[in-house]
């Protein structure tokens, strides 16, 4: 093995919105077929059931303030299975299958912590500007930790922001 050789970065990735984003290889359980709604596939709840799994639905577009797709189940045959926080599966809806794509490391550069406090990129890690006569562009490398932990967050806080509990009022004040 020669230790000179650069190192490679393997990633899943595709397109959503006017972002071309990649995940590690190393995230991704697998690509599969979205299964129909009669097979639990129902996008618009946010869970899919793959035999005996239960994946739930990462809602890139909804964190990354691009607009939604009119309709879900008809536009997203694909699904991308990734690990998240404590091992758990979590999907990834897209319309047309991802690619796996193998870059040398040294082309990435981490995206600053304060770039990082932009609304659009606060969701990634690095940045890599691709020049190839296949393809060109900005990958942009997605942070799942921070994902992850800012959807744990929405959710936290959403249940503090539950309606109030009612409370009986004792006759005598009421």
Known sequence: MDNNAPKAARLITFTLGDYWIGIPMASVLRVVN?????????????VVQLGEHT??????????????????NEEMPFLLVIWGLQQ?????????????LELPADLFKPVESDKRLSAKLQWF??????TDNEMSGTLMVLDLKAVFQAGEEDQSRSAHHQAPKLVAVPSSLG
Request: charged share 15%.
């Open 55 to 72: 994946v739930r639905l990462l809602n890139l577009r909804s964190q990354m303030a691009l607009p939604d797709v009119a309709s879900p």
């Open 34 to 46: 979205c299964p129909p709604p009669d097979r639990g596939g129902n996008l618009n709840i946010g």
């Open 125 to 130: 890690s690095h940045i890599a500007a691709v």
């Open 88 to 100: 758990s599966l979590w999907g990834i809806a897209l319309d047309k299958p991802p690619e796996l």
